[in-house]
């Protein structure tokens, strides 16, 4: 089963912008948003099954996390599940799963893909993947999934592509992550800039070759683990690892440095669902553009979203633009689009209580 590919599963964020309904101890990741019956986690490993086997999945994630993981995805090995002792971002997360796949099989290819997306297209989004897959096979290639941006969204990082008609596969002229709203303007109007949609491939040589290239002394700590992966001193080499390196993203430790990043346009219907506002994009919606999840009666309300439990009855009148959630013990009543402002939400009412986060 060696040629099929390794899938490495990011589920260690706390989804803040989607409080109160995702929690400290229960974050968006872990949560059936969608009303699947499925969670965004495991509608990523069903997602990404295609292309493997169970036992070729990681999940790297917080320690507080690892029973939840086990819960929602029994098939995946216990040591496969790979926990994080501190957040140290992106570049951490891929170099520990990278390297300890590494130590097994270096000649394997890897799927580095976030646990929260929505894709529309599951049959278009196989077709892009596998052109990826192929298109990692030639040098050292590092390949990003972009995806048409439709606003000047600061959030993203960007990835400035050179032209290239009728090839699928295109060469990475430069990588921003998360620019200023004017330079995301610019990006927009350009036309030649896409979205990382933080969906990587690589093969494992690749990017071992990256990270001694571009973070040494990333790859000096996580070469060292090899005396340790799979076997009982892990956890204690990983918090030893984890206080030694610096929190940084692979977009900033590597992507934007290295001169071997490529893209692939993922047109397969993507949304990253990083705030309530992008859940809102993707739900349906009544005759004034309401979102409805709640047994509810509106009156001269419009672009709102509703979430509530149905055991009580809730009656709005004249609101334009609100969130209205109640997640057990705290009722949320703000502006749709204030997703900037979930940070000092969430610190606040840490404030008042850790039981209210």
């Given amino acids: ?111 580095v893909t976030p646990s929260d997306h929505l894709i529309v297209q599951e049959e278009k989004f196989r077709e892009k993947i596998q052109i990826a897959l192929d298109a990692c096979e ?9 995806i048409k941006p439709n606003r000047p969204e600061t959030g993203y990082g960007y990835i400035q592509f050179i032209s290239d008609p009728g090839n699928p596969v295109k060469k990475v002229k430069t990588f921003t992550e998360k620019p200023s709203s004017k330079l995301a303007k610019m990006f927009l109007d350009s036309g030649d800039f896409v979205w990382n949609s933080g969906i990587l491939l690589w ?22 683990g090899n005396a340790y992966y799979n076997k009982s001193q892990e956890e204690a080499f990983t918090q030893k690892a984890y206080s030694l390196v610096k929190n940084i993203s692979i977009d900033h430790g590597i992507l934007e440095k290295s001169n071997e990043v490529f893209m692939v346009m993922g047109d397969f219907g993507w949304s990253d669902l990083s705030s309530w506002l992008s859940l809102y994009d993707n739900k349906p919606k009544d005759g004034f553009n309401n979102v409805i999840d709640a047994n509810a009666i509106l009156y001269e309300t419009e672009n709102c979203y509703v979430k509530v439990g149905h055991d009580k009855l809730v009656v709005i009148q004249g609101l334009d633009n609100y969130l209205i959630n109640e997640s057990e013990n705290v009722l949320l009543i703000c502006k749709l689009d204030s997703e900037k402002k979930f940070r000092a939400f969430v610190q606040d009412a840490k404030e008042k209580g850790e039981g209210f986060v």
């Fill in 138 to 146: 030639e040098g050292n290639k590092l390949i990003a999934i972009g």
């Fill in 1 to 111: 089963m060696k040629d099929k590919p390794y899938i490495v599963i990011m589920a260690g964020g706390i989804g803040s912008r989607f409080w109160p309904y995702s929690r400290n101890n229960r974050p968006k990741q872990f949560l059936d948003i969608l009303g699947t019956g499925r969670t965004m986690l495991q509608m990523t490993y069903d997602r990404f099954v295609k292309f493997s086997d169970s036992q070729h999945f990681y999940v790297v994630t917080n320690k507080n996390y690892f029973d939840l993981v086990k819960d929602q995805l029994p098939e995946i090995p216990e040591n496969q599940i790979l926990t994080e002792p501190l957040r140290r971002n992106t570049a951490t997360c891929v170099a520990y799963a990278c390297y300890k796949i590494a130590q097994s099989d270096p000649d394997g290819k890897i799927i």
């Fill in 203 to 224: 093969k494992v040589g690749s990017i071992i070759h990256a990270f001694e290239k571009y973070m040494p002394d990333v790859a000096e700590v996580f070469e060292e």
